[in-house]
């Protein structure tokens, strides 16, 4: 095993993993991937990169020569775009035609998955929320929000609505869902009452004037309601839940399951040095 790279003493045997977005500096996960490969005793760091959509393809073009780079990360708002940079990828990211996170292939081409939807359900298990038999409602169709969106019907939801103010993108990401014949899919609203699970899966909430994604003077105590959103770190719609006795998650929750599941993905032996 190589031994694990320190800030200090990185040498040419330092293998290297990018999270590339636009913008990049609220980006706060290269020190913790950096610090699991060190932990999983991996020369190894994650290096944060701002590239423009415009210029994300000639970068990806010329990063991909680099023989000592082995994953990619994606982040807003590359997180569809990177997946037409994979040679394969994995079921569910072929569904959503979206990645966030890539590796190396034995040819050197890419690999890509995608887990925020995988990572989200698995912190609501761990908050002692089980999507099975649950009727759920979800603010947002777009990257995080169709990744959440299968993860949920491919975990047993007895029922899903969809609430989006782009229609075009709520009626796709809804059609395609129902397409795969695992439970009910429905055109929803910003009214909560009637379901078990409400999530928001939109950027709304973490300016200080923002509106509250639902109707959030509806929630009732034996609801589970959760948010995607990191900054706050109690987003207003959460804060309200608390007051009535829901359980709730945090974006803080979900992505410390998605970073772990990522790592895991960077990390899996291929038995080769990338082309």
Known sequence: MSQPADPMHLSGATRLHFIVGDPIAQVKSPAGVSKAFHDAGRDALCVPAHVTPADLPDWVKHMSKARNVDGLI?????KFACFAFCATASDRATFLGAVNTMRRNADGTWHGDMFDGMGYVEAMISKGCHPKGQRALLVGAGGAGSAIAYSLMTAGVSGL???DEDHARRDSLAGR???LGLGKVSIGSP???????????TPIGMKPDDPHPVESHHFTSGQFVGCVITVPAVPPMIATARTVGCNTMTGADMFARVRDLMVDFLLEAHGHEPA
């Open 161 to 163: 609505a969809i609430h």
């Open 74 to 78: 994606a982040t807003v708002p590359h």
């Open 177 to 179: 869902l129902a397409g």
């Open 191 to 201: 009214d909560p009452r009637g379901f078990d699970i409400v999530l928001n899966a």
